[in-house]
């Protein structure tokens, strides 16, 4: 039996910009058995992408069922394969005329809609609980990781860590300038910082993965005539060219900390640029009137790059 699936970037208007994605769209239940997790993995690891989705058969005419995979585990949530699920069935094909309001995760049920007709973004309305972790993640261990670094920070400096949702954290790292962020690479040796012990996050917290996620602000922006906050995403050995649940951290974490009450902050943040796949990615934060965060909104875009079948694994 073969699959229909196509590839999609997400957070661009250019193909082979962005981050790329697959989406693969499961036969109805009559067809065949549902697909076991061992043969969603194997199909994960034939595309070879951060992220695959997994679309189920119609059930509600205005609801997408998808199931988001990496290489190595099915995952609740993440940003870009929200966003290039939103505007697969919202921009692209027939699928745009499908009347989809609702896509249902693992997370929970994510509301979509088109923010602006001219570029066909997408908007989902993204889940959030969160958490600013009493440690901080101290320059020793950043430098031990990122050795690149040491020139641009003095002795003595500590990073916050945030959680956008339990089991998706980030340590957010200012940088001064983009020749600082230049210099960032993956974390030496491929290591990953540790979630299931005490040093960072906080009881009741400690689960899934802490990104490092470093940020300049004020960038000037020659493309979008404006100014942006550029982005670097390292898990470990590994650089994202667009994370949206990163994004949608770090602009919470800067609206709770410098926000007022009662105020919505909209956010643009340029990643990739260094990967040669520049993603532009949207947010925007509402604060209610205790400032507690009232909405967190991720927008973007995503072109279709190719389309066929693959086989369903043995």
Known sequence: MQLNFVTLDVFTLKAYGGNPLA?????????SAPLTQRQKHIICKEFNLSETIFVYPVTEHNKRTIDIFTVECEIPFA??????????FLSHAAASNSGV????TKSGEIPISISDQ???????????????HQNRFPLEELLRLHSSLKSFFK???DFPLFS????????FIELPNLEALAAVTTANGG???????????????????ICVYFFVRDVDDDILGKKVIRTRMMLGGFEDPATGSSASGLTAWL????????????????????????SDIGVVVALDGEKKIEKVELTGTAVQVSEGKIVVPE
Do not use: C
Request: aromatic share 8%.
């Open 255 to 278: 609206a709770l900390t410098e926000g007022k009450a009662g105020e919505e902050y909209q956010y643009h943040i340029v990643q990739g640029v260094e990967m040669g796949r520049r």
């Open 23 to 31: 989406v693969v769209f499961l036969p109805e239940a009559s067809a």
């Open 79 to 88: 940003g870009h394969p929200t966003i290039g699920a939103a505007s697969w």
């Open 101 to 104: 309001d609702t896509l249902v």
């Open 118 to 132: 001219a570029t066909q973004a997408v908007a989902a309305k993204i889940a959030h609980n969160t958490r600013i």
């Open 155 to 157: 002795a003595g400096t």
């Open 164 to 171: 956008i949702v339990n089991g998706m954290s980030q340590t």
């Open 191 to 209: 290591e990953y910082l540790d979630v299931q012990h005490g040093a960072y996050l906080d009881e009741g917290w400690r689960s899934g993965l």
